[in-house]
């Protein structure tokens, strides 16, 4: 989900190219969506400035994820839905900072899956 990350600066946030079910139909050629969130002004071993970050991922996550209610119904809720925790579980794992780890629970009540980088 993440494209980049540089020093806790910057962070894009898209879709995994391994959840193209999650994406909708997409050719070959195009790139997975993505957004540059801009962390770099803001302090992230404050809570508050955990909670902004946790507020400009999960925006992030909404634009690239939602499509259209009225045009997918039920099925497209869902998907939405999964897509947007996906792709914070992934940014906020890529991003590594506790107290927005921390924030992201308290408002979910989800755990962050972890992940180890396979070799």
């Known amino acids: 989900m993440i494209r980049s990350l540089h020093m806790l600066a910057t962070c894009a946030i898209g879709l995994a190219a391994a959840t193209p079910a999650l994406a909708g139909p997409r ?7 993505s957004r ?3 962390l770099r002004d803001l302090n992230l071993s404050t809570p508050a400035g955990a909670e902004r970050a946790l507020n400009r991922l999960s925006i992030a996550a909404r634009n690239v994820c939602d499509s259209s209610f009225s045009t997918g119904g039920l099925a497209a809720l869902r998907r939405d839905k999964a897509c947007r925790r ?7 794992n ?3 900072a506790p107290l927005v780890t921390a924030a992201y629970v ?9 992940r180890t980088a396979s070799r």
């Open 27 to 33: 050719s070959w050629d195009e790139a997975p969506p």
């Open 36 to 38: 540059v969130v801009v």
């Open 86 to 92: 996906e792709a914070l579980n992934s940014a906020i």
């Open 94 to 96: 890529r991003l590594n």
């Open 106 to 114: 308290r408002k979910t009540h989800e755990a962050v899956e972890t």
